[in-house]
C-alpha cells in the first residue's frame, strides 16, 4: 500500500536506484534505511537545540520583564522583509526542483564518470557548487545528494573515498552560497543590510568563491585519484561497470518537464535583473522575491504548488525567524556600538582590523553555525563601514560573506546544509552494523578544519590584493585559469578512459 500510495516519481527513482546499487545484493542483512532508528542519532542534536531554544527564550522573557527592551521596539527592527525574501527562495527552489531539470543533469552526469571517483568528483562539484549559487544550498542537497550516492554506492567506493567525496560536496556547497546574493541565509541578510548592494556583492563575491572552489575541487580530485589507484583491483572494476550498466538503463526514461524549468528560468533571470537595476528604494528586495515565488505558483498549477507548500518544512521558518529575532535583540540593545569602539581602539590599521574580524567572524561561524553568527556579528561590520573600514567599500560585505563561509566548512553542524546531508546519507543506507550513519561530525572533522583554514587564508589574501592593487580586475583572470585546467583534467580522465577500453579490446582481439 505504502508503494503505491508514493506517486513522487522522484522519489520512486532515487528509491530503485537505491535497490539497485545498494547494498541490499551484497549484505543481506542490510538494514533498509526506514528501518534506522533516528533517536538514536539525534537526541544529543535535539538535546542542544532544545537547550539553546529555552536560553534563549528566558533571555527574552528577562530583558522584556526588566525593561531593557520593549516590545514594540523588537518587532520595528525585526527584519521582516528578510523573511519573507528567504521563505520566497526556497518555495521557488522548490518549484525548481519538482520539475525534475537538476536530477536528469545529474543522472547524465553521473553516467559521464564511468565509475572513476576523480571524474565523479569533478563533474558532480561543478554541478553542486552551480545549483547551490543558482537555487540555495539546502535545494542543491536534496535533489543531488540522492543522485551521487547512488553512484558511490555503483562504485563501491571505500569508506576513505566516500568520506573525501562528500566533505568535497560540502564544502562546495558552501561556497555556491556564498557565491550569489541568493544563495544562502547569511548571503540574503548580508545583501538586505545595506552594507553591499546586489551587483557589487556578485561582482565581488562570485570570483572569489568560484576560484577557492574550483581549488579544491582539483585538489580532491588529485587526492581522490590516488585513493582509487591504491584501493581499485580488476574484479572490483568489473562489479563497478555492471551497477553503472543497471544504473544506467534504469535512468534513460526518466524525462524532466523541460518547457516548464524554461519557464521558471526565465522567471528566475527576470528576478536576478529586477535586483540588479531597480533601486531598492524603489522597489524593495523582498517584493521581487514575492512577485517572483507567486509568477511561479502560477505557471506551476494549483495541483503542484500545493504539493510543494504542502511538503514546506516549518521547522526551518522557526529556525529563521529565530535567529532574525536574534539579529534584531541585537541592534536593539546597542552593543554594536560599544564592540566597534572597543575594536577600534584595541587595532587602530584599518587592514589589521579587517583581518582580525575575518577570523572572529570564521570562529564564530564555526562554532555557533552561519545563521547565528551573521545575527551576531553583522551590524558589526555595518557599524565599521561607516568609520575605520569605510575606504574597502563594497570588499567589506564581500570579506563578511567570505569569513562566513569559511566558518561555516569548519564542522559538521556549522554549515546549513550539514545535518541535512547527514540525514540523505543516512537515508540512502551508509549506515554500520549498529544503524550509526558511517559518514558524520569524525569523519568530516579534518577535512573540514584544513579547508576552512585554507578558505579563510585566500579570502584574506583576495581581499588584500582587491583592495591595494590599482588593476584589481586582474584577479578575475584567476578563475578562467582554474576552469581552463579543470577542463584539462576532465578531458584527460576521459581520454585515459578510452585509451584503457581500446586497449583492452585490443589485448582481448
Known amino acids: 500500500m505504502s508503494e503505491q500510495a508514493n506517486t513522487n516519481p522522484l522519489l520512486q527513482e532515487h528509491r530503485a536506484l537505491r535497490l539497485i546499487a545498494g547494498s541490499e545484493v551484497d549484505n543481506p542483512r542490510h538494514v533498509p534505511p526506514e528501518e534506522v532508528p533516528e ?21 527574552f522573557v528577562t530583558l522584556f520583564a526588566t525593561g531593557q527592551v520593549r516590545f514594540g521596539e523588537l518587532a520595528t527592527a525585526f527584519p521582516v522583509d528578510v523573511l519573507a525574501i528567504l521563505v ?13 531539470a537538476l536530477d536528469a543533469i545529474g543522472f547524465k552526469l553521473a553516467r559521464a564518470t564511468k ?35 547512488t553512484l558511490l554506492r555503483a562504485m563501491r567506493a571505500p569508506a576513505s573515498v566516500t568520506s573525501m567525496f562528500l566533505a568535497l560536496m560540502l564544502v562546495l556547497c558552501n561556497l555556491g552560497g556564498m557565491a550569489t546574493p541568493m544563495g544562502d541565509f547569511p548571503a540574503i541578510l548580508l545583501m538586505s543590510s545595506g552594507l553591499v548592494g546586489f551587483t557589487p556583492y556578485l561582482l565581488g563575491a562570485f570570483p572569489l568563491a568560484l ?22 583491483n580488476p574484479q572490483e572494476e568489473a562489479r563497478t561497470r555492471i551497477n553503472l550498466s543497471l544504473m544506467d538503463a534504469r535512468t534513460r526514461h526518466v524525462r524532466p518537464d523541460l518547457p516548464r524549468a524554461i519557464v521558471l528560468s526565465g522567471v528566475f533571470v527576470t528576478m536576478v535583473l529586477a535586483w540588479a537595476l531597480v533601486s531598492p528604494e524603489d522597489w524593495p528586495f523582498f517584493m521581487t522575491a514575492v512577485v517572483g515565488v507567486a509568477t511561479a505558483a502560477v505557471l506551476t498549477g494549483p495541483k503542484r504548488s500545493a504539493e510543494v507548500i504542502s511538503q514546506y518544512d516549518l521547522k526551518t521558518l522557526v529556525i529563521m525567524m529565530t535567529i532574525l529575532a536574534v539579529a534584531a535583540l541585537v541592534s536593539v540593545l546597542g552593543v554594536v556600538g560599544f564592540i566597534a569602539n572597543a575594536l577600534v581602539a584595541a587595532i587602530p590599521d584599518s587592514a589589521m582590523l579587517l583581518i582580525a574580524l575575518m577570523i572572529l567572524v570564521t570562529i564564530a561561524a564555526g562554532m555557533f553555525s552561519a545563521g547565528p553568527a551573521t545575527a551576531a556579528v553583522l551590524p558589526i561590520f555595518i557599524s565599521l563601514s561607516e568609520g575605520p573600514l569605510s575606504p574597502l567599500g563594497d570588499l567589506i560585505g564581500v570579506a563578511f560573506a567570505a569569513s562566513i563561509c569559511a566558518g561555516s566548512s569548519m564542522f559538521m553542524h556549522s554549515a546549513t546544509a550539514g545535518p541535512t546531508l547527514r540525514g540523505e546519507v543516512v537515508k540512502a543506507g551508509f549506515v554500520d552494523d549498529e544503524g550509526r550513519a558511517a559518514w558524520g561530525a569524525m569523519s568530516y572533522f579534518g577535512f573540514g578544519l584544513v579547508t576552512a583554514m585554507a578558505q579563510l587564508g585566500l579570502s584574506i589574501t583576495w581581499i588584500l590584493l582587491a583592495s591595494t592593487l590599482e588593476q584589481a580586475w586582474l584577479l578575475n583572470l584567476l578563475p578562467l585559469a582554474l576552469l581552463i585546467v579543470l577542463g584539462v583534467m576532465i578531458w584527460s580522465q576521459h581520454r585515459q578512459k578510452s585509451q584503457r577500453s581500446i586497449t583492452s579490446v585490443g589485448s582481448a582481439a
Open 88 to 100: 520566497a527562495l526556497d518555495v521557488f527552489s522548490r518549484f525548481v526542483a519538482q520539475t525534475g
Open 39 to 59: 533517536t538514536h542519532h539525534f537526541v544529543g542534536r535535539a538535546t542542544l537545540l532544545s537547550m539553546l531554544a529555552f536560553a534563549a527564550i528566558v533571555g
Open 211 to 232: 576560484s577557492i572552489a574550483l581549488m579544491a575541487i582539483i585538489a580532491y580530485a588529485f587526492a581522490l585519484q590516488r585513493l582509487q589507484a591504491k584501493t581499485s
Open 115 to 149: 565509475g572513476r571517483s576523480a571524474l565523479a568528483a569533478m563533474l558532480m562539484g561543478l554541478l553542486m557548487f552551480g545549483s547551490s549559487a543558482m537555487l540555495n544550498n539546502l535545494a542543491a542537497i536534496f535533489v543531488l545528494a540522492p543522485i551521487f550516492l
